[in-house]
């Protein structure tokens, strides 16, 4: 079964083919990020703008890519939710639109969980085998941070998730106040590896006996950090802040992973790119004989892959 998904929730329109929720025939992505970098965040009225003008394209090169035609369309998957309402509304109408002119059925997908199941797409010829489920997720992007339990593609509960920001938001703040350019993460990611030190130490949010996440605080603390301490080496800072958000992320996870018994950890997001992340939760769940899998970069940000990819098992 072939799935064309569409996702515009924030600055990427994106569209892709999918056979059986698995392997990606294609994945375009146009993003307007570079825009918006200029402000250090997203401008809804730029990326809303953008999408219009590039929703019809992109769909139709994600279909010429993929060598097929409308015709071999079995259905149309779109993110419905979380993001940006204007963004959004240029996927759903196009969506619609489409599947009603086809007579194809029309899937919702929820953007957050679309970036576990990105761990379950594979590309042409690749041919590592798939995770198992029951599993928790852990879902760390620039909007969002949640840890799911994961029983089946139709059986999901939010364990818990952010108080305030999410975990990239904190890297892109953090970033922004040491003028570090946006998006935040990959430079604060590179930056940190040469900043190694135990002389500083921010807050690290357990919220005991909750999964929940909370970040302001440490964004608070790391500008009282370098308002107080004017010489401050900016790589051993980052390095202290990274370590905060990602000891507490592994943390949860693994603890998640305990409790539930599972032996699956699937992590998706634009934050599951960062090498220190990877690092801890390989070693944390190495120990515990428990699988963690990271999807490929392409897949970790936002695209339509992982929208055609659960789109599939909506339907
Ligand atoms: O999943 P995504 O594209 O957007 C949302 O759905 O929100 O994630 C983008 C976020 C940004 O906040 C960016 O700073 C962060 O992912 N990010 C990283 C890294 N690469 C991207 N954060 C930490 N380390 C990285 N290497
Ligand atoms: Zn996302």
Redo the contacts with the bound molecule.
Sequence with gaps: MNILGIETS?DETAAAVVTDGVRVRSNVVASSLKEHAPFGGIIPEIASRRQIEWIHGVVAQALAQAHMSLKDIDAVAVTVKPGLIGSLLVGVSFAKGLAYATKKPLVEVD?IQA?WYANFLRLAFEHKPLPVLPAVGLVV????TSLFDIKDFHRVKCLGKTRDD?A??A??KVARLLNLGY????A??RLAQTGVNDQIRFPRSGLEGSYDFSFSGLKTAVLYYTRKHKDFRVEQVVYAFQESVVRVLTDKAIEACRRKKVKTLLVG???A???ALRRYLMEASESRGIQVHFPPMAF???DAAMIAGLGYHLM
Excluded: R, T, Y
């Design positions: 924030c953007h970036h992007s620039g909007g969002h999410a990239g938001e890297f892109d998006p935040g993460g990959p604060i990611d997001g634009g934050v790119a960062n090498s970790c940000l936002d």
